[in-house]
């Protein structure tokens, strides 16, 4: 087996998940987002997840809100992960191909006054 790769998130000086995933074929992300909408609304998160790619599961160890002056450590590690907290199956190609008619559909709808038939 190839080495494998993750992260230690510490929080504001607290360690919240040691993340990777002990296999060959594998992602693990820590994402932090600074969303400002249109209608005003606003949004600080940060997840940390990723895939095992040979039992098709995402995975996550952290999703939760953050605020401003919130200070986020990342160490790249090796070894010693932490299970991740939250599992679920990988969409099936038909899965994906449902929701983009249901969204194909929708958008048709939307957009019908714009439509050449």
């Not at 360690?15 to 594998?26: E, H, L, V």
Request: charged share 35%; proline share 2%; net charge negative.
């Amino acid at each position: 087996m190839k080495k494998s790769y993750g992260f230690e998130v510490s929080l504001n000086g607290k360690k919240i998940a040691r993340a990777g995933i002990p296999k060959d074929n594998y992602v693990v992300n820590c994402i932090v987002d600074a969303v400002h909408r249109k209608d005003g609304s606003e949004e600080l998160y940060m997840r940390i997840g990723g895939l095992d790619s040979d039992a098709q599961m995402h995975v996550g160890w952290f999703g939760e809100q953050i605020k401003v002056g919130d200070k986020i450590s990342i160490e790249v590690i090796d070894d010693q992960f932490d299970e991740p907290t939250s599992t679920s199956k990988k969409f099936t190609k038909e899965e994906i191909r449902e929701q983009k008619i249901k969204h194909y559909l929708h958008l048709k709808e939307e957009l019908k006054d714009y439509l050449e038939e």
